[in-house]
């Protein structure tokens, strides 16, 4: 038995956008968990103890990795959750010290991401 197109179509779009979302998500992931020189000097800017770098690495990597797994419908919303409160948290930390500044409209690019990948994942849920 064959997928319809609108189902074939979904599954593409959920997975494209999971994967450049979990990417993104992966790409401050593992540097958090080095403690990297870049991300200690961030989270020093915006007042954070450095405690919370490899924990907040870890959360986003295991996030990432529920994501990624197939089924576990329950667990990826709390991962989309997590992740979501990440960014949000991020942006508003770094509003908060420096102001606005245009090149954080950069996270528009895994807001959407992240977005398209959630409607396509209750998309195939639905089917």
Do not use: C
Not at 3 to 11: F, H, Y
Request: avoid cysteine; hydrophobic fraction near 55%.
């Amino acid at each position: 038995m064959t997928q319809p197109a609108s189902a074939k179509r979904n599954a593409i779009l959920f997975w494209i956008s999971t994967v450049l979302f979990s990417a993104f998500m992966l790409s401050s992931a593992i540097p958090n968990i080095m403690s990297s020189q870049e991300w200690v000097d961030i989270f020093k800017w915006l007042g954070f103890p450095l405690y919370m770098l490899p924990f907040i690495g870890m959360a986003k990597l295991l996030g990432v990795i529920a994501l990624l797994v197939p089924g576990f419908p329950r667990i990826k919303e709390w991962a989309y959750a997590g992740l979501f409160f990440d960014l949000t948290g991020a942006t508003y930390s770094a509003l908060s010290v420096g102001g606005f500044n245009p090149q954080m409209l950069v996270m528009l690019v895994p807001y959407g991401l992240g977005a398209l990948s959630y409607i396509y994942h209750h998309k195939r849920l639905s089917r």
